[in-house]
């Protein structure tokens, strides 16, 4: 059984930091691409960095510059480093990753992890 979970939450001032993690776990045969998405009350469910295999990242416009996302192969972990944070960027985070599971079908998809929560205060 595939899961991924998060961690690294919480409440903080704007202008404060924290690293989100999420970690893979089960039979996994490979991974293709992870990454983080966001949710905040009333709106639509944002893309806000992935990775690939290859290391190549990908970020939203709204934070570039401020957040980074990177990767430890060997934990099949990623990470989500947010500095400068703003009220704004509070929301429901989820971690997201496309791989293949080592079962009778062997077929990459898509797996969510839980969700965490960011709270930035003014």
């Known amino acids: 059984q595939v899961q991924l979970v998060e961690s690294g939450g919480g409440l903080v001032q704007a202008g404060g930091s924290l690293r989100l993690s999420c970690a893979a776990s089960?039979?996994?045969?490979?991974?293709?691409?992870m990454g983080w998405f966001r949710q905040a009350p009333g709106k639509q469910r944002e893309l806000v960095a992935a990775?690939?295999?290859?290391?190549?990242?990908n970020y939203a416009d709204s934070v570039k510059g401020q957040f980074t996302i990177s990767r430890d192969n060997a934990k099949k972990t990623v990470y989500l480093q947010m500095d400068s944070l703003k009220p704004e960027d509070t929301a429901v985070y989820y971690c997201?990753?496309?791989?293949?599971?080592?079962?009778?079908?062997?077929?990459?998809?898509?797996?969510w992890g839980q969700g965490t929560q960011v709270t930035v205060s003014s």
């Open positions: 997201n990753g496309v791989l293949t599971a080592v079962d009778s079908v062997m077929s990459s998809r898509s797996y």
């Open positions: 089960g039979s996994i045969f490979s991974i293709n691409a």
């Open positions: 990775i690939t295999s290859g290391g190549s990242t």
